[in-house]
C-alpha cells in the first residue's frame, strides 16, 4: 500500500509529528514527570489544532488514527480498482475484437489510453489525494499497452524493442504528474527492459533474449541509482527512495543470475571468477546498501539491501552444499548463518541508534 497514492509527504509528516508529541505529553503528564501551565498547554493546543486545521484543508492529511485507518483502506480500494478496471479494458477488448471491423479497431485502441487519461485528468483538479486520478492513470497506461498491441498486431509492424520506451515514457510522465510511486517504478522498469533489449541486438541477439546476457542490465541500473543523485526530487520526496532501491534490487539480482552461474557473463575472469566476482560485488552491493542506508535515513535500500544480501547468500548456499550435506545438516547450516545475519544486523542496528 506504499505504493498507492495521498500520502502526503511533509505536510502528513507534520501531522504525524504534532499526533505523537500529544500523546507523549499526555504520557508524561500521567506519570507526573512534566505537568505544562494551563496558560502554555492552551497555547500549544491552540496553535496545534489551527495547524492541523490547515494541513488538512490544503494537503488533505490525516489528522486522526481513524482518518489513518480510512485512509489505508482508500489506498487498498484504489489498488483494487485499478487492477479491476484494467482487468475489464482487457477483457472487454478480447470479447468484442473480432467483430469489430478495423476502422473500429483502430478508434477503439486510440480510446483506451485516452479516455482514462482524460477523466484522471478531470479528477486531479477536484481531488487532492488523488485517489481516482491514480486509479484512472494507471488503467490508461494499461490502454496504452494494449494500444501498442494491436496497432502491432492490426498493422503487421515489425517486432521491436521501441514499444517499452514509448510505454516507459507515458507511465514515467503521468507518475511525476499525479505522484504515483507503482507507475515510477513500471517506467523505470520499462525503460530499463528498452535500454537492455537494445544492447543486446546490438551484439547481434534476439532483443526478447536478452535474459540470457543479464549483464545487459547493469548500465539502466546503475544510471537509476546514480540519478537520484543528480536529479533531486523535492516535489517527490519518495522518488528517490524508489530509483535507488529498484536500482539495487535489479543489480541483486543480475549478481544472484551470475554468481550461480558464469557463463552468463561477459567478464573475462572465466566461469569461476565471473562468479566469485558477481557474489562479492552483490553482497558488498547489499551490506553498503544497508550501512548508507541507515546513516541516511533510507528506509526502501535498507530493505532492499537487506534482500539482496540474504538472497545471495542463500544462493550460494545452495550452490555449494546442498547436494554434499544431507538435508538436516544443510538446514543446520543455514539456521547459523541466518543467526548470524541477525547479529550482524542487531549491530547495524544499534550503531544507528547511537547519538
Excluded: C
Amino acid at each position: 500500500l506504499e505504493w498507492m497514492p495521498n500520502e502526503s509527504g511533509a505536510p502528513q509528516a507534520r501531522a504525524d509529528q504534532i499526533r505523537a508529541f500529544q500523546a507523549e505529553l499526555q504520557q508524561l503528564e500521567g506519570e507526573g514527570i512534566a505537568v505544562l501551565e494551563e496558560s502554555n498547554r492552551a497555547r500549544v493546543h491552540g496553535h496545534h489544532t489551527e495547524l492541523l486545521a490547515r494541513l488538512a484543508a490544503d494537503a488533505d492529511v490525516d489528522t486522526s488514527e481513524s482518518m489513518h485507518q480510512l485512509s489505508l483502506g482508500l489506498r487498498l480500494a484504489t489498488m483494487l480498482g485499478t487492477v479491476a478496471l484494467s482487468v475489464a479494458t482487457v477483457l472487454f477488448v478480447l470479447r468484442f475484437w473480432g467483430h469489430l471491423p478495423t476502422a473500429a479497431q483502430l478508434g477503439l485502441a486510440m480510446a483506451a489510453p485516452l479516455v482514462p487519461l482524460l477523466i484522471a485528468e478531470l479528477a486531479a483538479r477536484r481531488e487532492r489525494s488523488l485517489y481516482i486520478a491514480s486509479l484512472f492513470a494507471v488503467v490508461a497506461v494499461a490502454g496504452f499497452g494494449a494500444n501498442l498491441a494491436i496497432m502491432h498486431q492490426v498493422l503487421n509492424l515489425p517486432d521491436s524493442p521501441h514499444p517499452a520506451l514509448a510505454l516507459g515514457g507515458l507511465a514515467l510522465l503521468l507518475a511525476y504528474r499525479y505522484d504515483i510511486l507503482i507507475l515510477l517504478a513500471a517506467g523505470l522498469a520499462a525503460v530499463g527492459w528498452w535500454v537492455a533489449a537494445s544492447i543486446y541486438s546490438l551484439f547481434g541477439g534476439w532483443f526478447p533474449d536478452f535474459w540470457a546476457l543479464p549483464e545487459t542490465l547493469v548500465l539502466p541500473a546503475l544510471v537509476v541509482l546514480v540519478l537520484p543523485v543528480v536529479v533531486h526530487h523535492r516535489p517527490h520526496p519518495r522518488f528517490s527512495e524508489v530509483y535507488r532501491a529498484l536500482a539495487i534490487v535489479v543489480l541483486g539480482g543480475v549478481a544472484a543470475v551470475i554468481g550461480l552461474s558464469g557463463e552468463y557473463s561477459l567478464l573475462p575472469f572465466g566461469r569461476r571468477g565471473a562468479e566469485m566476482a558477481y557474489t562479492l560485488g552483490g553482497l558488498t552491493l547489499g551490506i553498503g546498501a544497508m550501512i548508507v542506508g541507515v546513516k541516511r535515513g533510507w528506509s526502501w535500500s535498507v530493505r532492499a539491501g537487506a534482500g539482496v544480501a540474504l538472497l545471495l547468500m542463500l544462493a550460494k548456499a545452495v550452490d555449494w552444499w546442498w547436494e554434499l550435506l544431507p538435508a538436516w545438516l544443510f538446514f543446520l547450516v543455514l539456521g547459523t548463518l541466518s543467526l548470524a545475519s541477525i547479529v550482524g544486523l542487531k549491530r547495524l542496528r544499534a550503531a544507528a541508534a547511537a547519538p
